[in-house]
């Protein structure tokens, strides 16, 4: 069973960064697409960027440019870089793997002046 740990959450101001990590153990992790979510207050969690196995991206169009989606499969991680964050940004960030319907716990991360 796949279980999926996120970090790197935190507090920063407009226009800094953050990266984000996941740690996936208890599976083979490097046959899944991973994904990272987000979920703001009242409203509906949705997809930020997604990495197939083949490392072939796609990104939510609010954060073109901006963010970044890796894998490091020998390591078992998935990475979030966000730069230039904004205060839409702020929300609860959740790593998964789709296929198999699998989530982290959340990562809150919070932009603001």
């Known amino acids: 069973q796949v279980q999926l740990v996120e970090s790197g959450g935190g507090m920063v101001q407009p226009g800094e960064s953050l990266r984000l990590s996941c740690v996936a153990s208890?599976?083979?992790?490097?046959?899944?697409?991973l994904a990272w979510y987000r979920q703001a207050p009242g409203k509906q969690r949705e997809l930020v960027a997604q990495?197939?196995?083949?490392?072939?991206?796609t990104y939510a169009d609010f954060v073109k440019g901006r963010f970044t989606i890796s894998r490091d499969n020998a390591k078992t991680t998935v990475y979030l870089q966000m730069n230039n964050l904004k205060p839409e940004d702020t929300a609860v960030y959740y790593c998964?793997?789709?296929?198999?319907?699998?989530w982290g716990q959340g990562t809150q991360v919070t932009v603001s002046s």
């Open positions: 990495i197939t196995r083949g490392e072939a991206t």
């Open positions: 998964s793997a789709p296929r198999i319907d699998t």
């Open positions: 208890g599976g083979f992790f490097s046959i899944y697409t």
